[in-house]
């Protein structure tokens, strides 16, 4: 009789304890793991991993970048990912959402050296920077268009409010007629590569200036190029 106590005491231990064992990855399953990175930017290696309920609070900012601290360790964490702590207060997350405005995208104006007017979209498309643009040279019987869209890139950004940047794209030469500017037999439009650098200085935190050089090569048989240098406004919407 004692030897089956001690076994079906053996028994609920056992069955307690694998209760317990199953019921701890159960509980931590849903849990949502916050990294904090060595610098303000993706390309810094996470550091630090906070869960969700953990208090954070703000040291400093830069851009759309956060340096925070739990009082034991410290962080950059983006501003897009502080909605994921529950305990972070919702009138401070507003607050810095809305001081982190503008966005990444923005609206601008163009004069080149070929009297020539563009107008200019460049935002994000799949997490990709992506530029659209319409180019057109008014000058009377000479008149001629170009639409064209590509990749959009920063290239360095030796201080806060100078960057420079690098784009690649196709586009849609037309003339007007009695225009030759792109040199066309006939009243089709023609394919143009189209490649440029440029220098944006943010003057202020919804406009930015700058200059920019282009170069455009039709991809027809006479492969003819073009170089034009334009004066730049945007601003950050």
Do not use: C
């Not at 076994?7 to 304890?17: G, N, P, T």
């Not at 809305?98 to 966005?103: K, L, S, T």
């Not at 500017?181 to 394919?191: A, C, E, F, I, T």
């Amino acid at each position: 009789m004692q030897a089956h106590r001690l076994f079906r005491s053996l028994v609920l231990h056992i069955a307690l304890l694998s209760a317990i064992a199953l019921s701890i990855p159960a509980a931590f399953a849903g849990q949502t793991y916050i990294g904090l990175r060595s610098g303000p930017s993706p390309a810094f290696p996470v550091v630090y991993e906070v869960t969700e309920y953990r208090e954070l609070d703000v040291i400093y900012r830069r851009g759309s970048w956060l340096y925070v601290t739990d009082s034991r360790s410290n962080g950059w964490i983006h501003l897009d990912d502080l909605h994921l702590l529950r305990k972070f207060p919702r009138d401070e997350l507003w607050k810095l959402t809305n001081e982190a405005r503008p966005g990444k995208s923005r609206l601008g104006f163009a004069m080149t050296t070929h009297s020539a007017y563009a107008l200019e979209l460049i935002g994000p498309v799949f997490s990709q920077d992506m530029y659209v643009r319409y180019t057109y040279g008014p000058e009377s019987d000479t008149a001629w268009s170009m639409i064209d869209a590509g990749i959009h890139r920063k290239l360095a950004e030796p201080t806060d409010s100078l960057v420079f940047n690098w784009s690649l794209g196709a586009s849609m030469g037309q003339d007007s007629d009695g225009s030759e500017h792109w040199r066309l037999d006939d009243d089709d439009p023609v394919w143009v590569g189209t490649g440029a650098v440029e220098a944006v200085w943010k003057t202020e935190r919804y406009f930015e200036i700058g200059f920019r050089g282009d170069l455009a090569v039709t991809l027809d048989e006479d492969m003819t190029t073009y170089t034009t240098a334009a004066l730049i406004w945007r601003m950050r919407l």
